[in-house]
């Protein structure tokens, strides 16, 4: 739908500067609001012949569980003495409120945002909240299953719909086979580029073939597929399904489709681990092409004619026939995020696999590369090339990760217990590393770069399902140190959400401000599961609504979440096989990265034989920090990514589980 902003009449704004309103039952408790100037209609809607300043309502488009805390924002030009605003359903109001909290101002045209709460509406409906004549979209009230299960169903989708190799499912935006080609690929040298991304030199092959085909597309610009990034994604989708057995009937075959790829990547006979498969940047001539220099519909690589004279002819060899890298020599150790992650993979397949040959032989693989990790002098940590594609740091969260998976495959493989205490004792010594690195202000929280969170949690689990006998009852790490951590990457995400009236816990025009919103909404649900308080609940709740709507631009940045989200996505399968028009034939459950720095948005070249799409006018709303838009071009802003998706897809999954992990709750922690 495109994003619309309802006029607003003159008398709606007198209404907005009302002095001395009495207080409503429902209404935000006053913060020094009483004695604000009255705002008259006409500075709310022109000043010195500028064109009008249309007051608008956000919120979260998808809704609010009924014990949840629900607010949605007024933004208006200026302050005023209070916001009468209603909720209606239908033709019938249900909720009257006033707010005097004002949160500050946005930009030079929004110069106050309003919180408007209505925490006591707790029936079941669909409702919209009015300020004047402003109106803001639908949203539901009801149990998480209702608001979230379709979600998770749609975030499965988009995987399906990224899917690499012959297995594809030709109902999901027409996918065809592609990069056929993979299951005989060449391994090449380690690769060299500039600053720019532009690639130094040529290849040198030193190995193959290998069949490396299969697995999703990493992001919606190009078809390279990084093992860093979708050992993250499928680690996440496995949990999901294994937390919920009969959820979701397409989910554990997806994670499963993901995990078989993961599987082609480790060789522990020969201890090699492949990385990635394909570039996207070639050379600064062109005499070597990648990905981004293409924009066609995956199974179009396979048929390119690259001999001499063809079209596009050489250049483009390495689009058609991708090379593939290593994260270390054959025989040498590995990056410690490869080797956390990887085998955090096989550990949640071995639990998912359960008793018997295909569960021993995934804990078996977890287990050697998990031992082939490098963990003295590891400096800048080897993630893609370019490394700046993806330039992670922190790896002790993935050590402790990946221990704690393969504890918790032990359990459920029902291993001796002697070797159950050694692998909890590893992912306790790595817990203990990771917290001692603290959360600074302005550090990072759970996301593709810091998986500490869900890692904490999975080891919470394994320390409580532990059997415990004798002497050894004592677990190998107390629970309330772990929960203590979760907590204080909440509190590091509520520092960096002071002073923004919309509460994102994330620096706005920094970049994966949606996915980091996700992952403190999922660290606020473990934290809350595994035992620790509710004082978190309302700021991790604002990262979802942040997400789903409850921002500036009023965008959800959730394909199908909502009324209002990205239809004009910088991703080549939904732009050239799906609808431009926001419903049919769409990408549904891609979760794109949402605001940017504005500066990012300045000079985006489209790309030969991209459809053109815009859609809405975000440009009001921007800020000097962050900036948001809606068109093919803006990578910014609407570029897909597996990451993303995946991290939303698990925040479903325990909103629609009513925001606890199965088997999880306050008892037992030391």
């Known amino acids: 739908m495109r994003h619309r902003i309802m006029a607003v009449t003159a008398a709606a704004c007198a209404a907005l500067g009302t002095l001395a309103i009495p207080a409503v039952a429902g209404a935000s408790p006053a913060r020094g609001g009483s004695d604000l100037p009255a705002v008259s209609a006409a500075a709310a809607t022109a000043s010195a012949g500028r064109p009008a300043v249309v007051p608008v309502v956000r919120v979260d488009q998808v809704g609010y569980a009924p014990g949840a805390a629900k607010v949605a924002f007024a933004m208006l030009p200026g302050r005023v003495a209070g916001v009468r605003f209603t909720v209606t359903a239908g033709r019938r109001t249900v909720f009257r409120g006033v707010s005097r909290d004002d949160l500050g101002g946005w930009n030079s045209r929004y110069r106050a945002v ?8 707790r029936r079941a409906g669909t409702y919209r909240v009015h300020v004047g004549a402003a109106v803001s979209p639908p949203f539901r009230v009801a149990p998480g299953g209702a608001l979230y299960g379709r979600l998770v169903d749609n975030a499965v989708r988009f995987f399906t719909s990224e899917r690499d190799g ?10 065809e086979p592609a990069n056929l080609t993979d299951a ?3 391994v090449y040298a380690a690769p060299k580029y500039d600053s720019n991304d532009n690639l130094l030199g040529s290849f040198r092959r030193i190995g193959g073939p290998v069949n490396v085909s299969g697995g999703w597309f990493d992001a919606g610009g190009g078809y390279e597929k990084f093992g860093y990034t979708v050992s993250y994604a499928d680690a996440l989708l496995l949990i999901a399904a294994r937390d919920n057995p009969r959820g979701y009937p397409t989910l554990r075959p997806e994670a499963q489709f993901g995990l078989r790829w993961i599987t082609k990547l480790w060789n522990p006979a020969a201890r090699v681990l492949y990385m990635q498969v394909g570039i996207g940047n070639g ?9 981004y220099n293409f924009w066609f519909l995956p199974q179009r690589e396979d048929r390119l004619n690259v001999s001499r004279g063809g079209n596009p002819g050489p250049s483009a060899y390495y689009v058609k026939y991708r090379p593939v890298f290593e994260a270390a020599a054959p025989g040498r150790p590995v990056d410690p995020d490869f ?3 990887y085998a955090a993979d096989f550990a949640l397949g071995a639990q998912l696999a359960g008793r018997g040959p295909a569960g021993l032989r995934l804990l078996s693989l977890a287990r050697s590369v998990y031992a082939d990790a490098r963990t003295a002098g590891v400096g800048q940590i080897l993630t893609t090339y370019p490394h700046d594609y993806y330039p992670g740091s922190e790896w002790k969260s993935d050590m402790l990760w990946g221990a704690a998976e393969i504890a918790l495959a032990d359990e ?13 004792s590893a992912a306790a010594r790595w817990a203990r590393a990771y917290i001692a ?8 929280t759970l996301n593709l770069y810091d998986t500490g969170a869900v890692a904490e949690a999975e080891l919470l689990r394994a320390v409580r399902q532990a059997p415990r006998h004798g002497h050894q009852a004592a677990p190998v790490i107390s629970p309330r140190v772990l929960v203590n951590d979760l907590g204080a990457q909440l509190r590091t995400g509520e520092a960096l959400a002071a002073g923004d009236p919309f509460g994102a816990g994330a620096r706005l025009g920094a970049s994966d401000a949606a996915p980091h919103a996700f992952g403190l909404w999922v660290t606020g649900a473990l934290y809350r599961a595994y035992g620790g308080s509710a004082r978190y609940q309302a700021f991790a709740q604002q990262q979802l609504n942040f997400a789903l709507g409850g921002n500036a631009w009023g965008s959800s940045f959730v394909v199908g979440a909502g009324s209002v989200y990205p239809r004009c996505m910088q991703s080549e399968i939904a732009n050239l096989a799906g609808s431009l028009t926001g419903h049919g034939n769409i990408q549904l459950g891609a979760a794109t990265d949402g605001p940017g720095n504005p500066a990012n948005f300045s000079g985006l070249p489209a ?4 459809r053109a799409c815009s859609a809405g006018s975000y440009s009001a709303f921007n800020s000097p920090a962050a900036a948001y838009e809606d068109n093919v071009v803006s990578w910014p802003s609407v570029e897909p990514a597996d990451d993303y998706t995946a991290v939303s897809l698990l925040a479903f999954a325990l909103g629609a589980g009513g925001s606890a992990s199965p088997g999880s709750g306050a008892a037992g922690l030391g």
């Not at 309003?114 to 509406?121: D, P």
């Open 114 to 121: 309003y919180e408007l709460n209505f925490a006591a509406l």
């Open 607 to 610: 790309v030969a034989g991209m």
């Open 184 to 186: 005989r690929a060449q």
């Open 339 to 341: 080797a956390g992650r």
């Open 437 to 444: 690195q603290g959360h600074p202000a302005g550090g990072d």
């Open 283 to 291: 050379n600064a001539s062109n005499t070597i092409q990648g990905d």
């Open 166 to 175: 012959a297995d594809v499912v030709h109902s999901v935006l027409d996918r």
């Open 412 to 424: 459920r493989l029902g291993v001796g217990r002697g070797r159950l205490r050694s692998d909890l």
